[in-house]
């Protein structure tokens, strides 16, 4: 095992590229040999946790805007496949684009006898 991976500007700059490509931090980290615990630490600093932010950011924007262009254009088949970035966005950003499950209504006040 070699020497820890330091959080470098460098090292900052191919992680982060790698999120705004869709990755999760923890494994595109781990392409470049960075452990989870070093990660843990690397998003309590503020340039760290900022860089992957906007990394995040980016892959929304990309893939919203070609949600966006699938809606607007049609391929040569007749069809965009807008499916894959929706799906990512999903679950990449659950909070804002996953489908809210919904709890069944209960209505005391009605009664059906059969």
């Given at each position: 095992?070699?020497?820890p991976?330091?959080?470098t ?11 705004a490509e869709?990755?999760?931090v923890?494994?595109?980290a781990?392409?470049?040999r ?18 992957i932010?906007?990394a995040k950011a980016r892959?929304m ?13 049609i ?9 894959a970035?929706?799906?990512?966005l ?12 919904r ?5 005391p ?6």
């Open positions: 095992m070699g020497a991976v330091k959080c500007a460098e090292v900052v700059a191919m992680v982060a590229e790698r999120v869709g990755m999760p923890s494994h595109a781990a392409l470049l960075v452990n989870k615990n070093s990660i843990t630490n690397w998003m309590k600093r503020k340039e760290f946790g900022r860089a932010a906007e892959f924007q990309r893939q919203v805007e070609l949600i966006e262009k699938a809606g607007k254009n391929c040569k088949n007749g069809y965009m496949q807008w499916q970035s929706a799906w990512l999903e679950r990449q950003f659950p909070d804002e684009f996953a489908l809210q499950q709890q069944p209504q209960s209505n006040g009605f009664v059906l006898n059969i």
